[in-house]
């Protein structure tokens, strides 16, 4: 089982709806989590930390469940703007090794 | 506030040469890494500086070699390039603790 996996997609939505991400990860001793967002043939950029109680950052909503070991990403009222492609982000306590998921790919159309 | 800065942007190289890719990030960040992005694959360590003066080898590094020149540059050098090492190379930073991982803008790689 890889360490941190997502659904490579493509999640293919219109304007205006709402799409979730999950990504799962293997070592429960994980503690910090991050979703990144890479635009094509550009470098990834943090799109936000991922606590335990979930937060919420305008449209995007990102929720921790230890128990089930993945992290989610919501994202409502989405826009054409919103595609590119998601990664998410594990590390292990102490630890100064990030591992990368190798991410979701949204298109958002009209 | 430029973040992490590396060069060149693109390089195209013929087998067997040699080069070094530039990274300076200017957040006095203690932690630096080396990752290469190729196409299905996802981001790969290659190496990694936990703080200026120590370099440890990630998932990918055989054919390169860093240099942790002090603590705003980490440096990756290929002695002799080879066609399997063409992808894209991002140099990233991160503070103490990890609070989120900041990426330059990547260097375009071919080896002919």
């Known amino acids: 089982r890889k360490e941190v996996e997502q659904d490579p997609g493509p999640f293919n939505v219109p304007e205006g709806a709402t799409v979730a991400f999950n990504c799962t990860y293997s070592n429960s001793a994980s503690q910090s989590f991050f979703w990144y967002r890479q635009d094509c043939r550009k470098e990834p950029k943090l799109l936000m930390s991922?606590?335990?109680s979930g937060n919420e950052d305008g449209r995007f909503t990102a929720q921790l469940n230890r128990a089930s070991q993945y992290i989610s990403l919501l994202i409502r009222d989405s826009k054409l703007s919103d595609s590119a492609t998601y990664l998410c982000?594990?590390?292990?306590?102490?630890?100064?090794?990030?591992?990368f998921g190798r991410g979701t790919s949204l298109i958002v159309h009209p | 506030n430029a973040g992490v800065t590396q060069t060149p942007k693109f390089q195209v190289l013929k087998t067997g040469q040699s080069m070094t890719l530039q990274c300076a990030q200017d957040m006095n960040h203690n932690s630096m890494y080396w990752y290469r992005q190729d196409p299905g694959m996802g981001l790969r360590l290659i190496y990694y500086?936990?703080?200026?003066?120590?370099?440890d080898k990630g998932e990918v590094p055989n054919g390169y070699n860093v240099s942790r020149l002090n603590k705003r540059e980490f440096s990756l050098r290929l002695e002799s390039a080879a066609p399997s090492q063409t992808s894209v190379y991002f140099c990233?930073?991160?503070?103490?603790?990890?609070?989120?991982?900041?990426f330059g803008s990547g260097t375009r790689l071919t080896v002919v």
């Open positions: 982000v594990v590390k292990l306590g102490g630890s100064y090794i990030p591992t």
């Open positions: 500086s936990a703080s200026e003066g120590t370099t």
């Open positions: 990233a930073s991160s503070e103490e603790g990890g609070l989120g991982y900041t």
């Open positions: 991922v606590y335990s």
